[in-house]
């Protein structure tokens, strides 16, 4: 999936959130759920009178669903391409944790998380609270600063592969419950 196609899509429909938001709460929903409906996503997405394409969204719905339940692991945060510039990627990252969040708590309903969920959640929390590195002033070397953007984008890069982890995490805690519950 690409991001920009997709946030063009957003902004054109008049979506409440980023795309990044939305790939973020569509993925908590079907991580605690792996039954959840796009209509519910939707409803989330949208206010009544917004004028959208629901077959597209609902696509899109979809592809995350098939990517978080694919054996070989390619689910992928839907963030801006590394060629883009890192306090974009950053502000989609803290998007994309927000609304994992708030897919999590809308498909979960508790507090009480089971295992390693609740230390994840509160990692994530944290990353939404991150800020993507200031410029330094005129005075720094060059070489300093593209040391200094070098770690930046290291960091980020760690984050976001530790959330793809989580993911997954989180997803085969929840399908264990599922399994375990009685029916």
């Not at 394409?53 to 692991?73: G, H, L, N, P, V």
């Not at 992928?76 to 897919?103: M, T």
């Amino acid at each position: 999936m690409d991001y920009h196609v997709f946030e063009s899509l957003f902004v054109t429909a008049g979506t409440n959130c980023s795309v990044a938001e939305a790939h973020g709460l569509a993925t908590g929903m079907l991580c605690v759920d792996e039954r959840a409906d796009a209509a519910n996503w939707l409803t989330e997405l949208f206010d009544e009178d917004a004028d959208s394409d629901s077959s597209a969204f609902s696509k899109f719905f979809e592809k995350t669903r098939a990517a978080i339940t694919s054996d070989d692991y390619r689910f992928d945060l839907l963030l801006p391409e590394d060629i883009d510039d890192l306090e974009e990627q950053v502000e989609a990252l803290r998007d994309w944790c927000q609304g994992f969040l708030f897919g999590v708590g809308y498909s979960g309903g508790s507090g009480a998380w089971p295992g390693e969920i609740s230390e994840i959640l509160k990692d994530i929390v944290e990353i939404t609270k991150i800020e993507a590195g200031q410029s330094s002033s005129g005075d720094a070397d060059k070489d300093d600063q593209d040391a200094k953007d070098e770690e930046d984008r290291a960091a980020f890069i760690e984050i976001n592969e530790y959330l793809r982890a989580s993911v997954y995490m989180i997803r085969e805690e929840f399908l264990s419950r599922a399994e375990s519950a009685p029916h």
